[in-house]
């Protein structure tokens, strides 16, 4: 689907959303430019972070800067040791030429800066911290999307046209306003109303990075509104959901549960981190090798709009699938069992991996299959699988909508969310997430690259 088609949420206030973030978005093989420590130990995506945000629709730009020791004027995007260009330079070449050409994309920069006495050991870390605050007001003021300065473009949540809003304004309000670049960073010296450098632990609360086993507190877990300095706002606290790992494989074929970013990991994480949150639904999701974005976008439509629940990744028990349930003879994640009076009742909360008005019956060999229902009756439901998705309906919404600027239940399938075909079609069986032309083998190896990135760095340096 092309970029408008991907817009059509506008009724969605900013909370109610979710959208994917490329995690270390300047560390890719593009900027990498050959380089084989990088490529080695140092990449975390494929592609620039220009067609990252126009051909894998992320949102959301997450970057490591610090200053440049040779020139104060200057900061690096850098990821650990490694460095992956000059931040004005890479903005400027990917983030605007997008913006220019999106003017209703909604989007985030998350950049967290690395500094102190360990990195500038010797060095006034606090000067260096104050001259990367003057270099970022700088570059926002210098650079320019069809004329308007990036900095008279980021929200600014005590602006005027927000007074009275008892929440996050909706994403077409946004739009309208013009304040459609987000700016959250992890310096609280760093807050400016004026130019829209939110604070993170003001707005949002975010899980542990490492890992994807649990899902446990970085800071402000329990906090469900904000907390903006000299505000009396209380929107919702926003939640930055990280979901990554150095070591299992994210990208290939035939990946248990889709991988990462596939349906049976995700999606059960996502419910994992949620349960552990106090039900806050993810604003944004982190994720490494977006590249390989197609069931997370269609996790993400589920996340916002509801739908069918996705099947069709290999599996080998009921834990690596979405639905919760693994035909174990064939390999793949099929919907889960259900009558029709439990579908009728409960619709999707019941049917996992059906259409709604569809139920899941057993037919051979262990295969479940879909059926519409047919002359539906009014006897007692007798499913506990609710409780898989118990969330009230803004924490989890599912919207019945029959407004041609609103996308219906139906989930956005894995071709549609990153091609450019004209209209929206009803969602598909996919077997697994389908890798681009890259090496299995060195993504095997990059997936490791953080056990050995100190190691690599003693060795440079």
Known sequence: MNAAQFNKDGELRFHENTIIVSHNSAANKVAADGDFIKLMFGVDQENSMYDQLSTSMVRGLSLDIKIDLSDWSKLRLVHSVLDFGDFETEIAAHL?????????????????VVDGPSVHPGQDWQAIRSSILKNLQRIFSNLFVDGVSLADMTFKYNSEI?????DWPSL???????QRLFIIHDRSEFRSTEYGFMYRND????????GIEDCTERYEWNSSKVSFPYSSLSWSRLFFMNHFDTIVDTVGEGLLGGGINGWGILFLRTKKCMESNGFTKPTFVALDWVVQVAEALEVVQYLKFGGKIGSGQRCTDNSHCATGSCNTVLGF???????MADSVAFGQDSCFGCESEQHCVSVENGLNECLNNTNPTTS???????EMLSYTPTQMPVVQSTSSSVPSTSIITSTEMISNTPTLK?????VSAKNSN??????????RKKIVLGFVALLLF
């Open 162 to 166: 927000w007074a009275g809003h008892d």
């Open 426 to 430: 009803e969602p598909t069986t996919i």
């Open 380 to 386: 007692t439901p007798n499913s506990t699988d609710t």
């Open 96 to 112: 605007v030429p997008f913006l220019e050409e999106n003017a209703e994309a909604i989007t985030l920069i998350y950049f967290e």
């Open 172 to 178: 077409n309000e946004i739009r309208s306003s013009g």
């Open 203 to 210: 707005v949002m609360k975010e899980n542990f990075w490492e």
């Open 333 to 339: 994640c099929q919907c889960k069992e259900c009558s």
């Open 438 to 447: 890259s090496a299995s083998t060195l993504f095997k190896t990059l997936s």
